[in-house]
């Protein structure tokens, strides 16, 4: 189960200046920052995220903005909230990590209360993918799977 702290081993000074063998940074694709104010809609995203085999993460947006630089994920999950402003604060580091590295991870999936797509908002262009709220198991679960895998691909050209 996902806890709202990074799991003990975990490489504490692991920083920006990390770097794989390309000058970029080294993304953990295995690891996936779920991001959202209700600690139930995290943990019943962490679930689906253990299903996929991937590692969960748990965080609130004012605590993953410290988080998300540290552990430098594959896949970074966003509860919108009623508005889809709740994780707004978290964009910033998203896009960092992804000018560092110099590629579109972390992947980004919004969990939105609202239909389409999030042109209108600060997310534009960030956000990989969009599932509506109340999601199921069956909505969510191929989305985290596909992403990931598209980071993956991305990584081996």
Do not use: W, Y
């Not at 799991?7 to 920006?16: M, N, Q, V």
């Not at 910033?92 to 999936?109: C, F, M, Q, T, W």
């Amino acid at each position: 189960m996902a806890t709202s702290r990074v799991e003990p081993g975990f490489d504490h000074d692991r920083t920006l200046t990390a770097r794989d063998g390309s000058g970029g940074l080294s993304p953990d694709l295995s690891r996936v920052l779920v991001v959202g104010k209700s600690q139930i809609n995290r943990i019943v995203v962490s679930r689906i995220v253990e299903r996929c085999g991937l590692k969960p993460v748990s965080e609130t947006p004012v605590t993953a903005v410290r988080i998300l630089p540290l552990i430098f994920p594959g896949l970074v999950i966003l509860d919108g909230g009623p508005d889809n402003r709740d994780c707004e604060s978290v964009m910033a580091g998203i896009v960092a990590l992804r000018r560092v590295s110099g590629r579109d991870v972390p992947a980004v999936i919004l969990l939105s209360n609202r239909n389409g797509s999030p042109d209108s908002l600060a997310l534009a262009g960030i956000v990989g993918a969009v599932v509506s709220k109340p999601f199921t198991t069956e909505q969510l679960q191929p989305v985290v799977e596909r992403l990931p895998k598209q980071a993956r691909s991305e990584s081996l050209r």
